[in-house]
């Protein structure tokens, strides 16, 4: 009796700890596998740590994709696009205090009836743009989200972008802007890079934000966006924290890695 006491004991106690070491385990490659996702680790090492990349390789049948595919379309130039990432500065991001009433946006700073988010409607639809019978709205047009490469006709399906996204800015600079010249940022038409036409379910999704935390679903337009991205903040002198820093720095090695 004793004897199988002292068993009964010992196996929950096993059990636990075969069960904790397992959990430990399936908690290390779920954080390796977003370390890959958000291309802090190279595309394969979950695979090549589990021996799943050789024997992909001697079925020939499995190959593991490369994270993205800069189109020739694209004109990126990566020489000049690496020394804006090289200049800007690497701090940490400003937490709380954000308040969207505090950056204008969809002003008309030409003074005409047309705001900065109908005329970038205007400027993105892929053909002439009808407009309200005021000439103060856009009533149709034609889109392509960058993000999705869905076609919208419907001007109230469309979202204006701010590429680099207003929370965003003001955590990386912004904070200690003007007023004016957080208007500016809000309503930036002299630089087709810091608005885009975008739909409204992509640009919620992407929320406030940056390329360490999403992506573009659509694999060949993240080359172009996190080119982009990195202008915007050049451009803006925005800093990047440690995390966005490096998730910018190894798209754009894999960018020009598929570009050659």
């Not at 990349?53 to 990126?76: L, N």
């Not at 009836?113 to 149709?140: F, H, M, T, W």
């Not at 630089?191 to 679903?217: M, V, Y």
């Amino acid at each position: 009796m004793a004897g199988r006491g002292g068993n009964s004991g010992g196996g929950p106690r096993k059990r636990s700890l075969t069960l904790r070491g397992l959990f430990t385990v399936l908690a290390i490659l779920a954080a390796l596998a977003v370390a890959e996702r958000l291309h802090i680790l190279p595309a394969g090492t979950l695979e090549r740590l589990l021996g799943q990349e050789e024997k992909k390789g001697r079925a020939g049948r499995v190959h593991t994709p490369p994270p993205v595919v800069a189109r020739a379309s694209d004109r990126i130039d990566f020489d000049k696009t690496q020394r804006l990432l090289d200049g800007i500065k690497v701090e940490d991001e400003k937490r709380g205090g954000y308040e969207r009433e505090e950056w204008p946006h969809w002003l008309a700073l030409d003074h005409g009836c047309l705001n900065a988010r109908e005329q970038v409607l205007i400027r993105d639809s892929r053909r002439p743009a009808k407009l309200s019978d005021k000439g103060c709205a856009v009533a149709s047009g034609e889109w392509i989200d960058p993000y999705t490469g869905d076609r919208i006709t419907d001007p109230n399906l469309v979202d204006i972008d701010h590429r680099v996204p207003l929370e965003e800015t003001y955590a990386s600079g912004g904070h200690a802007w003007s007023r004016d010249r957080r208007a500016a940022y809000a309503n930036d038409l002299t630089d087709p890079l810091t608005l885009l036409a975008a739909s409204r379910e992509a640009n919620r999704a992407k929320g406030s934000k940056g390329p360490e935390d999403w992506l573009p679903p659509k694999r060949d337009g993240i080359c172009l966006y996190v080119a982009d991205w990195i202008a915007v903040k050049a451009r803006w002198e925005l800093s990047m924290d440690e995390r966005e820093r490096v998730t910018v720095g190894n798209i754009l090695g894999d960018c020009r890695a598929s570009a050659r």
